[in-house]
């Protein structure tokens, strides 16, 4: 505050108003978020949908499956979200330093992917599976949000990650549903008890495999179109930045003028519809669910 004040009395009034609406949120600024930030939204919703609802079946798979008992089961389920309590930290460091967000995101969903296989379809202790997990679940969110944060202009950050948590959530409740309605339809006797999340693995296996085409989608497009920004170290991010900070900057621009209309993309209204419809989607569902 005391800053803004000397600033304030010092220089010229057309300064002023630039610095305050340089922090200033326009709801129009959505429809000029760059089509790699909604690639991160669908990331969120495919990768983060599937971590979430995994950790709600962890425990069960495990006693199923592997014929663990509770107290084993629910210990061994602990262990999938172990890895962030220690990597995470370090993760932050790295990324500021080294970068290779984008290669961490791919890992990420990699190490989803391979971590479903083996808890669904091996006999391999279930240690392995949730460790590998634990890795992705450590790997991915911090690669996602520190991400977003270099694309985006600081007055729609919260913004953008309040979409960003809500396609999260969206995905979740969605995926909740088909895993659920999936072990329904598996294995129902006694005997096969070990079988009954056959059909659910499978489903993770095919949602792996989808997150990660869509974050080897997000490395190319930063590789090509952003100067390979989010994977840049600490020295080459400036040269990046320089790069691509009047394609950062221009949706300011584009919000604050009279015409703002003709700088919308008719496909700018897209993503906004798709979560919308996925909103409500995973409201009906819950509903039904809940009926």
């Known amino acids: 505050m005391v800053t803004m004040r000397r600033i304030h009395r010092s220089a010229p009034d057309r300064i ?40 709600h079946i962890n425990s069960e798979l495990v006693k199923l499956r592997f014929g663990a008992n509770d107290a084993v089961a629910a210990w061994s389920a602990s262990v999938s979200q172990i890895m962030p309590i ?4 370090f993760l932050g460091w790295f ?26 379809f091996t006999m391999i202790n279930p240690l392995v599976g949730l460790v590998i997990f634990s890795i992705s679940l450590a790997l991915g969110p911090l ?18 990650l309040g979409i960003y948590k809500s396609a999260m959530n969206t995905g979740s409740t969605i995926v909740d549903i088909v895993v659920g309605v999936l072990q329904d339809r598996g294995s129902k006797t006694l005997e096969e008890t070990a079988h009954s999340y056959d059909y659910a693995m499978a ?38 930045l320089h790069a691509v900070k009047d394609r950062i900057n221009r949706p300011m621009v584009y919000v604050t003028a009279s015409n703002w209309r003709d700088y919308v993309h008719p496909w700018s209204y897209t993503p906004l519809i798709v979560l919308s419809v996925t909103l409500v989607i995973s409201w009906i569902l819950f509903a039904i669910k809940l009926a």
């Open 143 to 160: 690669a996602e949000i520190t991400a977003i944060s270099l694309i985006l202009p600081n007055s729609s950050l919260g913004t953008g």
């Open 86 to 89: 220690f990597l995470v930290p």
């Open 203 to 240: 489903f993770f296996v095919a949602w792996g495999l989808l997150s990660t085409f869509v974050a080897v989608t997000v490395f190319f497009v930063d590789r090509l179109k952003w100067n390979s920004l989010l994977r840049s170290n600490s020295t080459q991010r400036r040269e990046a």
């Open 95 to 120: 990324f500021d330093v080294f970068g290779l967000r984008t290669d961490m995101l791919v890992m990420s969903a990699g190490l989803f992917t391979v971590s479903m296989a083996l808890l669904g």
């Open 16 to 55: 002023v108003s630039r610095l305050r609406s340089k922090h200033r949120f326009n709801p129009r600024l959505v429809l000029f978020f760059f089509g790699l930030y909604w690639l991160f939204i669908v990331e969120s919703f495919t990768l983060g949908g599937g971590w979430n609802s995994f950790l």
